[in-house]
């Protein structure tokens, strides 16, 4: 007589990794197919650190150095449309060389995700962080998270695939990440077994839209009146579908891992009895927290923000949360030159978002953190008695303040006035 023995599922490890090195182990946990690379700062880590686990026989996948990000792009896209799982990223102006793939891998609904790691935009050369490149795809069809930590970033690429590759989303996502702040800076990460990922993302399977010599399909037709917007609405059909897809990823990952935020799309911090709030993305929560706890103990009913998914955008929850405080100050880490109050883009969004709601926050726009500059704890507590004083003061359009620039203060309103060729 024979007896089967179990194996018993390959234990949790604790590691210290940098926030590009938790994206790799993601990857191999994932037994991605296709990985398809073009080095630029500060993205390139997770090149280096897929590259070693295959040369080591840690990670069974095609490996391709293209000759430019475009073409990385393209590999990636066309990977996926053979039904191979592929991983694709950039920074600041690669990620911008790649757009003409990027748009078409939305627009053919195909599940790649892809890593940015958040660089300034060129000119002038900046290796440090800023929001825009990532934001470029906004509007096309992509997913969007900003990570906070390196275990966000290990956790986060396993929801991403577990998201993108559900057949009612079938759409791209970008998991965007500080430049240096995160990318390169160790945390502790807690890398889970192979076979805990495997029970959590089931294997990639277009369908019957997978592009084999046996499946003819076309690809990328040529519609022009007669479908495009036909084609544009079941994209919006897939992002409507995907909060619900995202809550329930959510859920089945604190099942199976048992961990995870109560939210899956914003993080709040000491919101419970709030009066003020400041808001932001991606590593500028962790200083946010700090800053909170030093105005609670000044006496200030102050909490923090953290928007996570960007795409789709966290409406009904930002709604709820700021319904009931007196003034709001929102943290760009990125510009939107002549927009509404000269804010920046999630300025922009919130503001569209509290719109519709009979009680509505004092809002304060401010940008910081360009160019890698540090988002530091005094900014915020500046930041956050503009907004008392704002509120105070009833202002309800205050025109966006950049804080911690060099240079002598001046007062937004006073160069808007000399603009429009009046004077305050």
């Not at 630029?40 to 070693?52: E, F, G, H, N």
């Not at 393209?74 to 053979?82: F, M, N, R, T, Y």
């Not at 399977?205 to 022009?224: C, E, M, T």
């Amino acid at each position: 007589m024979t007896t089967t023995q179990e194996t018993a599922p390959a234990p949790e490890r604790e590691e210290i990794i940098t926030g590009c090195d938790a994206v790799a182990q993601a990857l191999r946990l994932l037994d991605v197919d296709v990985l398809a690379g073009y080095p630029i700062r500060p993205y390139d880590s997770v090149m280096t650190a897929v590259s070693k686990m295959i040369a080591n026989g840690q990670m069974d996948a095609e490996f391709i150095v293209a000759e430019s990000e475009h073409s990385q792009f393209e590999i990636g896209k066309h990977a996926s449309l053979v039904g191979a799982r592929a991983f694709i990223g950039s920074s600041g102006v690669g990620w911008m060389y790649g757009m003409e793939a990027l748009v078409v891998t939305a627009s053919l609904r195909l599940p790649v995700v892809a890593l940015v790691g958040n660089r300034a935009l060129d000119d002038p050369g900046a290796f440090g962080v800023e929001h825009n490149d990532a934001m470029m795809v906004r509007d096309t069809g992509w997913l969007l998270y900003w990570v906070e930590s390196a275990q966000e970033a290990l956790d986060t690429t396993l929801i991403a695939y577990r998201v993108a590759e559900d057949k009612r989303v079938m759409l791209p996502c970008a998991l965007s990440m500080d430049g240096a702040f995160l990318t390169h800076s160790q945390h502790m990460v807690r890398v889970p077994g192979e076979d805990t990922v495997g029970e959590f993302v089931p294997p990639y399977d277009l369908g019957d839209r997978r592009f084999h010599p046996d499946n003819p399909v076309s690809i990328a037709p040529q519609f022009n009146e007669d479908w495009v917007m036909e084609a544009r609405r079941q994209a919006d059909a897939g992002m409507r579908r995907a909060r619900a897809v995202i809550t329930e990823a959510t859920a089945d990952f604190h099942r199976i891992f048992g961990r995870g935020p109560a939210d899956p799309f914003v993080d709040t911090y000491r919101m419970e009895d709030a009066e003020y709030a400041l808001i932001g993305m991606g590593t500028v929560g962790m200083v946010g927290k700090v800053a909170v706890d030093r105005m609670r103990a000044a006496g200030k009913k102050v909490g923090f923000v953290r928007v996570k998914w960007f795409r789709p955008f966290p409406q009904p929850e930002l709604r709820a949360l700021l319904r009931g405080v007196k003034g709001v100050g929102v943290v760009d880490r990125d510009y939107s030159f002549g927009s509404n109050s000269y804010g920046g883009v999630l300025y922009t969004e919130i503001a569209a978002a509290l719109y519709p709601e009979a009680r509505r926050p004092v809002l304060v726009p401010f940008i910081a953190g360009l160019g890698g500059r540090e988002v530091s704890v005094d900014n915020l507590l500046q930041m956050e008695e503009t907004v008392e004083r704002a509120t105070a003061d009833g202002v309800a359009d205050l025109t966006c303040q950049w804080i911690g620039v060099r240079g002598p203060d001046e007062d937004p309103r006073d160069e808007a006035a000399t603009a429009e060729g009046g004077a305050r």
